[in-house]
Nanobody, 119 residues
Framework: QVQLVESGGGLVQPGGSLRLSCLLS????????MAWFRQGPGKDRELVAA????????HYTDSVKGRFTISRDNAKNTVHLQMNKLSPEDTALYYC????????????WGQGTQVTVSL
């Protein structure tokens, strides 16, 4: 069965950086488009960033463009989210997701990793 395990969350000061990682096991990683979602306190879950199966196409929500970078390593079954210039508004539980086709309805989800941006 497919499992997604995130790592890299934590507490960071405003303006700081974090790198999230997600390891997929149980299936062929390169078959999936990969995405990061987040859900902040009192907010709906939102798609933050996504990358195509081959890595050549990426998508970002407007609020993170220029600050976050999604990348994947198909040899290591891993997707990363590099987050720079973090602000308190980025505080959320971040989820990794894998999908064959529909980014809004992923086939598999990770358990989430908490990112807290605060002084």
């Amino acid at each position: 069965q497919v499992q997604l395990v995130e790592s890299g969350g934590g507490l960071v000061q405003p303006g700081g950086s974090l790198r999230l990682s997600c390891l997929l096991s149980g299936d062929t990683f390169r078959l999936y488009a990969m995405a990061w979602f987040r859900q902040g306190p009192g907010k709906d879950r939102e798609l933050v960033a996504a990358v195509s199966q081959g890595g050549g196409t990426t998508h970002y929500t407007d609020s993170v463009k220029g600050r976050f970078t999604i990348s994947r390593d198909n040899a290591k079954n891993t997707v990363h989210l590099q987050m720079n210039k973090l602000s308190p508004e980025d505080t959320a539980l971040y989820y990794c997701a894998a999908t064959y086709a529909d980014l809004q309805n992923p086939d598999y989800w990770g358990q989430g990793t908490q990112v807290t941006v605060s002084l």
